[in-house]
């Protein structure tokens, strides 16, 4: 079982930055692979964002290549989304989510966090 909280959204200006944090609870949070979603009003939630357990592989979906970075830190049971260059388009809810095994570009995670709202203003 792995319990996911999110933090770190809030409101920014264009062009401006943030960086989200999602804290795991449970002991086996490095066998995990980890994913950042998002989700906007009157939209389907999307993969935004997804890492490997080890670190090793990573993936970005095409709208956030370039600005977006995932890592994650097993000895902290901690995964970041840096988010650099933000776009009034990245408004949204991100949410944290945790999956067994390597397939991380699924929309099929086991575990999901609460959310924390991210507002770019223009």
């Known amino acids: 079982q792995v319990q996911l909280v999110e933090s770190g959204g809030g409101l920014v200006q264009a062009g401006g930055s943030l960086r989200l944090s999602c804290a795991a609870t449970g002991r086996t949070f490095s066998s995990y692979g980890m994913g950042w979603f998002r989700q906007a009003p009157g939209k389907e939630r999307e993969l935004v964002a997804a890492?490997?357990?080890?670190?090793?592989?990573?993936y970005y979906g095409d709208s956030v290549k370039g600005r977006f970075t995932i890592s994650r830190d097993n000895a902290k049971n901690t995964v970041y989304l840096q988010m650099n260059s933000l776009k009034p388009e990245d408004t949204a809810v991100y949410y944290c989510?945790?999956?067994?095994?390597?397939?991380?570009?699924?929309?099929?995670?086991?575990?999901w966090g609460q959310g924390t709202q991210v507002t770019v203003s223009s």
């Open positions: 890492i490997t357990w080890s670190g090793e592989r990573s």
């Open positions: 989510a945790a999956k067994v095994g390597n397939l991380i570009i699924t929309m099929r995670y086991d575990y």
